[in-house]
Structures are given as C-alpha cells and as structure tokens.
C-alpha cells in the first residue's frame, strides 16, 4: 500500500519561507493540492518521475519550488514570499503517470500539514 506523510507545516508571517516535505513509499509521479477552509481543493504544483516534467499554479509560480530527492522517495515544496491567501492544508498527491493539475489524476493522497500565514 502506498503511504505518503506529509511534514514541515507551521505558522509564519506573511513574507517568510516554508518547506514542506512528502516521504513517499515508493517513486511514482507526485503532485501537491491545497485546501483552505470553505473552499474547493486545488492545485499547487505537479512533478515527474524523474523531475524532468513540472508544472505550478499561476497563483504560486514565481514563490514556490517543487522538487523531488529519488534516492529518499522525498518530495517536497519550497514556498517562498508566502501570503496570507497561502493559508490552507497543504497535501501531497501521487501517481503512476505525471497527474498534471487535475486532483483525479492521483490515486494516493497524503494526511495533510496545516500551513498558516499571519499578515
């Protein structure tokens, strides 16, 4: 069974970094949502099984960073200049080909790490 734990939430100031990180237990094709209260899940970035392939929501590109670590089946997310908007539960998707933006794409989902940004 495919596991994937999300970590290295918190609360920040508006302006500051976070990165969040995702242990997956095996390599497959990952991406990462996010849901802030009373709205829909969407899409933050997509990544490749081999990294070559990546893709951002316009509200993150620029700010943001997906990457992925083969050797430790770790994705992760570097988010910089972070905003308030940015509040949401983070998570972490996985697939067996590159699941672009769309959430049906990816049949793993991780528990989800809270990011909270304060003005």
């Known amino acids: 069974q495919v596991q994937l734990v999300e970590s290295g939430g918190g609360l920040v100031q508006a302006g500051g970094s976070l990165r969040l990180s995702c242990a997956a237990s095996g390599r497959y094709a990952m991406g990462w949502f996010r849901q802030a209260p009373g709205k829909e899940r969407e899409f933050v970035a997509a990544?490749?099984?081999?990294?070559?392939?990546?893709g951002y929501a316009d509200s993150v590109k620029g700010r943001f960073t997906i990457s992925r670590d083969n050797a430790k089946n770790t994705l992760y997310l570097q988010m910089n200049s972070l905003e308030p908007e940015d509040t949401a539960v983070y998570y972490c998707?996985?697939?067996?080909?590159?699941?672009?933006?769309?959430?049906?794409?990816?049949?793993?989902w991780g528990q989800g790490t809270q990011v909270t940004v304060s003005s």
């Open positions: 998707a996985a697939a067996n080909y590159y699941g672009g933006t769309d959430s049906n794409n990816y049949d793993y």
């Open positions: 990544i490749s099984r081999s990294g070559g392939r990546i």
